[in-house]
């Protein structure tokens, strides 16, 4: 599970068959790269929708031909071609790849989340469709399935913004809801520099409760998977919820103590993927 860049995406686990690797790296290749036009580089925000809107262009030019081996330049081609070929033989729905460039575009129009329900909504764009991609590519997916790996999904997007906290902050962004923070008294452009006060405690431990609820609320998926894809659900749950206990272990003070995992984690990561289902 990679925390560091594209959400907890399982690109390249070792309990990934090495046949569906291919698959996954396509999805991969398409989400990290529309991810890097909408946060990294010095691109203005007019040139990132317009590098996003080619990625929309070159989608739809897969829906109406199937599997086009030319997208009209080699950066495209190399993102796209791959993904053509795997979308159509796993029948992944090119909506999730439209949700997920919605999100991004959202990223580059950034406007801070009114409340939880605004900030669920995002989640539901830039996280639940990767979970649901995933169920393609495995021929998991039913009602069930769906719904608990969107509540996976959502509580890893979560995990990652309290984890980014501070580095977010650097790009202008807070991804806490406005009214938590009011309610809380709590202005986090000033909180960075102070010493983590109640208030911001109180804060962190509600946000964490919510997500490790969501988190848990997702985890029977684990049950109605079989094999390989079971033990990287199992691992993916588990490294989210260390995640969200290193946070508690640091009391909130994500500003200065950036959570990651260690090699020390992944033995206990591992011990409760084995024991806690």
Same mark, same amino acid.
């Given at each position: ?16 068959? /090495? ?18 036009? /909408? ?20 989608l739809r030019k897969i829906q109406q031909s199937g599997n086009p081996d030319d997208f009209g330049s080699s950066e495209l081609n190399q993102v796209f071609i791959p993904l053509a070929t795997i979308i159509r033989q796993y029948h992944l729905p ?178 409760? /993927?084995?024991?806690?289902?």
């Amino acid at each position: 599970m990679s925390v560091d860049h594209y959400e907890n995406f399982p690109v390249a686990s070792a309990l990934i068959p /090495a046949a569906l690797r291919p698959a996954i790296h396509a999805v991969y290749a398409f989400a990290r790269s529309a991810d890097d036009i /909408a946060d990294e580089g010095d691109l203005n925000p007019a040139a990132r929708l317009e590098k996003l809107q080619a990625y929309r262009t070159a989608l739809r030019k897969i829906q109406q031909s199937g599997n086009p081996d030319d997208f009209g330049s080699s950066e495209l081609n190399q993102v796209f071609i791959p993904l053509a070929t795997i979308i159509r033989q796993y029948h992944l729905p090119i909506s999730a790849f439209q949700d997920l460039l919605t999100a991004f575009e959202s990223d580059v129009r950034f406007m801070p989340f009114a409340n939880q329900q605004a900030l669920l909504e995002y989640c539901r764009f830039s996280a639940n469709p990767v979970g649901l991609l995933m169920l393609h590519i495995y021929q998991a997916v039913s009602e069930e399935n769906i719904v608990f790996s969107n509540q996976i999904c959502t509580a890893l997007q979560l995990v990652n913004f309290w984890q980014d906290i501070a580095i977010d902050l650097n790009k202008n962004r807070v991804y806490l809801p406005q009214d938590s923070l009011h309610q809380h008294n709590i202005t986090v452009q000033n909180q960075a520099s102070e010493k983590i006060t109640p208030e911001w405690i109180g804060l962190m431990r509600e946000q964490i409760a919510f997500t490790r609820t969501m988190m848990l609320a997702g985890a029977p998926l684990v049950k109605n998977l079989r094999g390989r894809l079971a033990w990287e659900m199992r691992m993916i749950i588990q490294g989210g919820l260390r995640i969200l206990e290193k946070i508690e272990n640091v009391n909130y003070d994500v500003f200065n103590q950036r959570p990651v995992l260690k090699k020390p984690d992944w033995a206990i990561i591992s011990w409760r /993927a084995l024991t806690h289902f």
